[in-house]
C-alpha cells in the first residue's frame, strides 16, 4: 500500500527537484511545519500537532498516529494518508491530496475549487445512490458533491467514511477524482468492543456490540449496510459517524457529536447522548427513552421523540421534519438556520419541515417557527405558538397556551385547546373548523380569518381586517371595530354582539343570547334568537321566527323585517323602518320618526308611535296604544284593546276598538265586523266612515266628520265643535246630541210628528228650521229613523243644542247603484272606480256616502250593497205619500229603535 501511494505522489510532483530531507514521526520528533525539500512520514505512535502545515515544496505521508486539528496542506505540497487519525483539514487551492484510508474529525474538512483530491477505495456513494463507472478495478471518475449532499465510501484500508457540508466548517469544494481500488475483506460479522479489537470502523453486514465498560474510540465510522448496539455501561467517543447504518442505542453514554448521515437510523431507547448530534440530511433518529441534551435536525431529516424520550434541545434545520408523541418531553424545539456562517448557505425558498406533535410535551415558552414550517399539533402540549410568514401551524388536537399568526402566516384550527390568546397580524391567515380559543382571537388590521365551527372567546376584528364566520361558538361576544369586514352565519354568540360605525357587519342565521350594539350591519335570522338590550344603528335586521330580547333598539336608519318573531318588553325603534309579519312585541315598544308596518301582529300594552308613517294589517294591540303625530298610514283588520289614540291623518279600516277610543285628524272606516267600544272619540279634524259594524255608548264627534251608510252607533252620540254626520243608513241609539254641529239625513218619508214634510227634491240638501218636534223618516238603505229636534240643554233625550244645523235630502234609488240600472253589480264598482277622487255634485254619480267627493267612503257602500236592487228585500221602501193614513199610522206606532225593516 505504501509502495502504491509513493507512486502515486511521484506522478503528482510538479517542482523541479525532489525533496531531499526526511522525516520520520516517529522516531523523530515531531515539527510544527513541513516546508520546501522535506518528505514527512507519520507512523503509529507518531503524532503531529495541531495547526499543522504542509507547505509548497513538501510531502506528508500519514500511515498512522494522529493529527491534530488544523492540518493545512498549502498550494504545491502534497498529502498522502493511508491510515492513522486525522482531526479538521484543510486543502488549499494548489495542493494535491490522496486518501487511501485513516478516520477523518468531526468539525471543518475542506478542499478548495483548485486542489487535486483523489480517493482511493470503493464503494463510493452521493446520498445513498453507487457513483457508476467504478464496477472494475484501477478505474477512476470525477465528482463535483453537491452543496448538502453525502459523500460516502470505503477507503483503500477498508475504513468508512462520509463528509457533507453540513457538517460545522466544512467545505467540499473542486473535483474530486475516485480512484476504484477493492478495499480488503470485510472483517468479523460481530465484534464484541470488550472482547474484541475495535476497529476504526466496520463495513455491510458486521454488528459491533458496545458492552459494559468497552469503549469506541473517537471518529469512528458505522459504514453502509452496518449496525452498532450499544448497551449500558458502554462508552462511544467523539464523532460516531453511521452512514446507511443502524445504531441501536439501550444505554451507555456517547462523549459527544453523533452524527447520522443519509440513510442511517439512530434508534435511542436508553443511555445519554452528550451535546451536540447531527441528524444530517436523509438521516432518522427515534428517540424512545433517555436523555438528549441536544440534538440538531438537517434537511430531509427526521427526528421521532416518543415514549419516555428526554429531551433538551432540538433545532432544526429548514426541511427537517420532527414528531413528538406519547410522553416524550422535548425542553426546547427551535427553528434554525445556520446562515452564511462557514460557507454555510440558507436553504432556498420552498423547502418545507412538518413538525408534529401528536402527544407528549414541548416546553418552549415561546416555539417561533420559521419560513416553510408547518406545525401539526394533534395531541400532546405545546405553549406560545408564533407563525410568522411561510409558515402553518395546523391543530386538530392537544393544546397550545396561546397561537400569534404573522404576516405570510397560517394557522388551521380543526381541534384541541388553546388556552389563551389567539393572535392574527397584519397579513396573517386564521382557518378555524373546530377546537377551542378560551380566551380572546384576534383579527387585526391587514388580516383575514375563517371560521367555520369551534369554541371560542370574545373575537376582536380591528381596521381592515376581514372575518368570515360560517359556525362555531363564541362565549365572549364578538366585536367589530371601524373598517372592518364581518360576515358571520350559523354560529352560536354569547354576551355581546358589537359593530362600531365605519364597519360592515353581516349576519344570517345565528343565535345572539347576549346584547348587540351594530352599527351598519345585515342581519338575517331563520329560527335563531337575540338576547337583551339588542341595539342596531343603520342596521338591517331580518328575521324569521326566533325572538328578540328586551330592550331592543333600531335606530338611525336601520330596517327591521320581522316574520314571526317573538319580540319582548320595551322594543325602541328610531329613525328607522320597521316591518313585521306574525309574531308578536311586548309591552311598551316605543317607535319614533320611524316608519311601521305590520301584518298580523300581536302587540302589548303601551305601544307608542310618534311621528313617521304607518300600515296595519290585522293582529292586536294591548291596552292604551298611541298613535301620535303621524303623517301617513292605514290600519286594517286589527283589533285594539281599551284606551287606543290614533292623532293623525292615519286611514283605519275593519278593525276593532275597546273602550276610550280616541282619533285625531284620521279616518276610521268602522266596516262589516269592525267596532268601537265605549266612549269613543274622533277629534280635531278627524273622519269616521261607517258603513257596518258597531259604534259603542258614549260617541263623542268633535271638530269632525261622520258618514254612516249602514252599521249601528248605540246610545249618546255627541256631535260638538262644528261636526258634520251625514246619515244614509244603519241605526242610531237615543239621546243623540248635535251641539253647534251639523247633521244631514239622507233618506225617504220625511216626517215632523207624523206630517209628511213636502218640497224636498232628489239630491238638494233641505235645512231644516222647526225644533220641539219628532223627525221621522226612512233612511236610504230603508231604515227607520226618529230624532226628538229637542232644544234643552238637559235631559235623557236627542237633543239640538245652539246653532246645529239638520238637513234632508230625498234619495229614491238603490245604495252603490251608480250607473243607475237599478241593481248594484261589478258595472256599478267601474263607475266607482273611474270617478275616483272627483268632486261631484252632493249624492250624484258614484257619491252615495253623500260626501260631495267620489272616495273610498262610497266603494264601501257599493260592497255594502252589492246584488241588491229596487223592490229587493233590503231596497228601499216607497214613498210614506203613497201610503194610506192608517197604515202609516201603523208603521209609526209598529217603529222601534233597533228594528231594520227588511
Avoid at 484510508?101 to 452521493?126: I, Q
Avoid at 227634491?761 to 231644516?768: A, C, D, E, F, I
Amino acid at each position: 500500500m505504501r509502495a502504491l501511494l509513493l507512486a502515486a505522489v511521484a506522478l503528482s510532483l510538479t517542482w523541479p527537484a525532489h525533496a531531499q530531507t526526511v522525516i520520520n514521526v516517529p522516531p523523530d520528533p515531531a515539527p510544527n511545519e513541513a516546508n520546501s525539500g522535506e518528505t514527512l512520514y507519520l507512523a503509529d505512535g507518531g503524532s503531529l500537532p495541531g495547526g499543522f502545515a504542509a507547505h509548497t515544496g513538501s510531502i506528508v505521508s500519514v500511515s498512522g498516529g494522529a493529527v491534530a486539528d488544523g492540518f493545512i496542506a498549502d498550494e504545491g505540497s502534497v498529502v498522502l494518508v493511508s491510515g492513522g487519525r486525522i482531526g479538521s483539514f484543510q486543502a488549499n487551492d494548489g495542493s494535491s491530496v490522496t486518501l487511501a484510508g485513516g478516520s477523518y474529525g468531526d468539525f471543518a474538512f475542506r478542499t478548495s475549487e483548485s486542489s487535486s483530491v483523489s480517493f482511493w477505495g470503493g464503494e463510493f456513494r452521493l446520498n445513498g445512490e453507487l457513483i457508476p463507472g467504478l464496477d472494475a478495478a484501477d478505474t477512476s471518475a470525477t465528482i463535483e458533491v453537491p452543496f448538502d449532499a453525502a459523500f460516502s465510501g470505503t477507503l483503500a484500508d477498508g475504513t468508512p467514511f462520509a463528509f457533507t457540508t453540513q457538517e460545522s466548517g466544512s467545505r467540499l469544494d473542486g473535483v474530486y477524482t475516485l480512484q476504484s481500488l477493492a478495499p480488503p475483506a470485510v472483517g468479523p460479522a460481530v465484534i464484541t468492543a470488550s472482547t474484541d479489537p475495535v476497529p476504526l470502523g466496520i463495513r455491510a453486514g458486521q454488528t459491533l456490540i458496545l458492552d459494559s465498560g468497552a469503549t469506541i474510540p473517537d471518529d469512528f465510522n458505522a459504514g453502509w449496510g452496518s449496525t452498532v448496539e450499544i448497551h449500558e455501561g458502554g462508552v462511544v467517543g467523539h464523532n460516531l459517524e453511521a452512514t446507511g447504518a443502524v445504531i441501536n442505542m439501550a444505554g451507555g453514554q456517547s462523549q459527544g457529536d453523533l452524527e447520522v448521515f443519509y440513510g442511517g437510523v439512530l434508534n435511542m431507547s436508553g443511555g445519554t447522548l452528550t451535546p451536540s448530534n447531527d441528524i444530517f440530511s436523509g438521516g432518522t433518529a427515534n428517540l424512545s427513552g433517555g436523555s438528549v441534551p441536544l440534538i440538531y435536525g438537517w434537511a430531509d431529516s427526521q427526528i421521532n421523540a416518543t415514549g419516555a424520550a428526554a429531551v433538551g434541545t432540538v433545532r432544526l434545520l429548514p426541511g427537517a421534519s420532527i414528531l413528538v408523541d406519547d410522553d416524550a418531553d422535548v425542553v426546547r424545539l427551535e427553528a434554525y438556520d445556520i446562515g452564511p456562517r462557514n460557507y454555510q448557505l440558507s436553504f432556498p425558498n420552498g423547502v418545507t419541515s412538518t413538525w408534529r406533535v401528536a402527544g407528549g410535551r414541548v416546553g418552549n415558552q415561546i416555539l417561533s417557527l420559521k419560513a416553510g414550517v408547518t406545525l401539526d399539533v394533534s395531541g400532546g402540549e405545546v405553549r406560545a405558538v408564533e407563525a410568522p410568514r411561510d409558515t402553518r401551524l395546523e391543530m386538530s388536537g392537544g393544546s397550545a397556551s396561546s397561537v400569534t399568526i404573522g404576516s405570510g402566516g397560517v394557522a388551521s384550527l380543526s381541534g384541541g385547546v388553546i388556552g389563551g390568546l389567539v393572535k392574527v397580524n397584519s397579513g396573517g391567515v386564521l382557518h378555524a373548523s373546530g377546537g377551542s380559543a378560551t380566551s380572546s382571537v384576534e383579527v387585526w388590521g391587514g388580516a383575514k380569518a375563517e371560521i367555520s365551527g369551534g369554541q371560542f372567546g370574545p373575537l376582536y376584528a380591528y381596521f381592515n381586517s376581514r372575518v368570515s364566520v360560517s359556525g362555531g361558538e363564541f362565549h365572549g361576544g364578538i366585536f367589530v371595530s371601524s373598517g372592518a369586514a364581518v360576515e358571520i352565519a350559523n354560529a352560536t354568540i354569547d354576551w355581546q354582539l358589537r359593530a362600531d360605525p365605519g364597519s360592515t357587519l353581516t349576519v344570517v342565521d345565528c343565535d345572539i343570547s347576549g346584547s348587540a350594539d351594530v352599527t351598519g350591519t345585515q342581519i338575517s335570522l331563520h329560527g335563531q334568537s337575540i338576547g337583551e338590550a339588542f341595539g342596531g344603528e343603520g342596521t338591517q335586521l331580518r328575521m324569521w321566527r326566533g325572538s328578540l330580547g328586551r330592550n331592543a333598539l333600531l335606530s338611525k336608519g336601520s330596517v327591521a323585517e320581522l316574520h314571526d318573531v317573538t319580540v319582548a318588553d320595551d322594543l325602541y325603534v328610531a329613525d328607522s323602518q320597521f316591518h313585521m309579519t306574525g309574531g308578536s312585541i311586548g309591552d311598551r315598544a316605543r317607535v319614533d320618526r320611524s316608519d311601521l308596518f305590520l301584518t298580523n301582529s300581536n302587540v302589548g300594552e303601551m305601544f307608542r308611535h310618534t311621528s313617521g308613517t304607518v300600515q296595519v294589517h290585522g293582529g292586536t294591540f294591548g291596552a292604551r296604544a298611541l298613535f301620535q303625530n303621524i303623517q301617513s298610514g292605514a290600519i286594517t283588520g286589527a283589533t285594539f284593546a281599551e284606551a287606543a289614540a290614533l292623532l293623525g291623518p292615519l286611514t283605519i279600516s275593519g278593525s276593532r276598538f275597546g273602550d276610550n277610543l280616541a282619533i285625531e285628524a284620521g279616518s276610521i272606516i268602522v266596516d262589516p265586523g269592525a267596532a268601537i267600544g265605549n266612549s269613543g272619540r274622533v277629534l280635531s279634524g278627524g273622519q269616521a266612515i261607517v258603513t257596518g259594524g258597531t259604534i259603542g255608548n258614549r260617541f263623542i264627534v268633535s271638530a269632525s266628520r261622520v258618514s254612516m251608510t249602514s252599521g249601528s252607533i248605540s246610545d249618546q252620540l255627541g256631535l260638538y265643535f262644528s261636526s258634520e254626520a251625514t246619515v244614509s243608513g244603519g241605526m242610531l241609539g237615543a239621546n243623540t246630541l248635535v251641539d253647534r254641529s251639523t247633521l244631514h239625513l239622507i233618506g225617504s218619508d220625511f216626517q215632523l210628528d207624523g206630517v209628511p214634510i213636502l218640497g224636498l227634491s232628489p239630491g238638494v240638501r233641505t235645512t231644516l228650521a222647526e225644533r220641539n218636534l219628532t223627525l221621522t223618516a226612512t233612511l236610504a238603505d230603508g231604515t227607520p229613523f226618529d230624532f226628538v229636534l229637542d232644544t234643552s240643554s238637559t235631559g235623557p233625550a236627542d237633543r239640538i243644542l245652539g246653532s246645529a244645523i239638520v238637513t234632508l235630502t230625498l234619495f229614491e234609488g238603490v245604495l252603490g247603484d251608480y250607473n243607475a240600472d237599478g241593481r248594484v253589480d261589478a258595472a256599478d264598482y267601474a263607475v266607482w272606480r273611474d270617478s275616483l277622487g272627483q268632486a261631484v255634485t252632493y249624492g250624484e254619480g258614484a257619491d252615495h256616502d253623500f260626501s260631495g267627493v267620489v272616495d273610498q267612503g262610497d266603494y264601501y257602500v257599493w260592497r255594502n250593497h252589492f246584488g241588491g236592487a229596487l223592490n229587493d228585500a233590503g231596497a228601499p221602501v216607497p214613498e210614506a205619500a203613497n201610503l194610506g193614513l192608517a197604515a202609516l199610522g201603523g208603521v209609526l206606532a209598529g217603529r222601534r229603535r233597533w228594528r231594520k225593516i227588511c
